[in-house]
């Protein structure tokens, strides 16, 4: 079994709701795709009201945290960054359409030097509607943020843990990490990933209002890009 110390190499974030179906097979493909490496596992649970949190197997490398009450996303994702010790951290969806053996080619692109590595879905396994209305989301995004990100809905990312400096928690966050790491000066990258058909239950995140919220959202998001300090201190005493 791996051990994890106080301040592993790697921390694995997973916002979870409601996912008691997929939990054990997301957890053993984890094990699979991070084995030999010093990682710890952070399991957010959003408020489910089903078995999710009783199905998370206890270990040395697990962290729990439980919200009181579903609170979205974003909050989920965030709070588990900042619970993070690792000096690298991974974001994982729990529905198992993000696939766990891609997070070793996102670590690579971070030894290489890149601070943020998005992963961009090929092949995406939803429905046509959703296929759509992504891709018309995410080109307005980019060209209102300049994020120059194609698909920053998707999950899978891997950041060093000094990009959690640039979030601030907001509904709707997460669409927006790509755009707040960059204008803080971190270099950003992509890269293709595996996308898979959902296996149990339904989507948690769903459509609903989500095209006007992200309207908004992108629109606060510009004008804080827009008024963000720009300063590099010369010296110190």
Known sequence: MNEVTNSPALS????????????????EELRAALSGLDYEIIFVDDGSVDRTAARIEPARNVRVIRFEKNAGQSAAIYAGLTAARGATVVIIDGDLQNDPADIPKLLAEIARGADLVCGYRVK??????KRA?????????????KDGVRDTGCTLKAMRRE????????KG????IPALVKAAGYQLVEVPVNHRPRRFGESKYGLGNRAWRATVDMLGVRWLLSRRLNYKIRERT
């Open 12 to 27: 694995v974030v997973v916002p979870l709701y409601n996912e008691e179906a997929n939990l054990p097979i997301l957890h």
């Open 124 to 129: 995406r396994q939803d429905t046509l509607v």
């Open 133 to 145: 209305t992504s891709r018309i989301a995410n080109a307005v995004r980019s060209r209102y943020t």
């Open 163 to 170: 990009c959690v400096s640039a979030l601030f928690p907001f």
């Open 173 to 176: 966050m997460h669409r927006f």
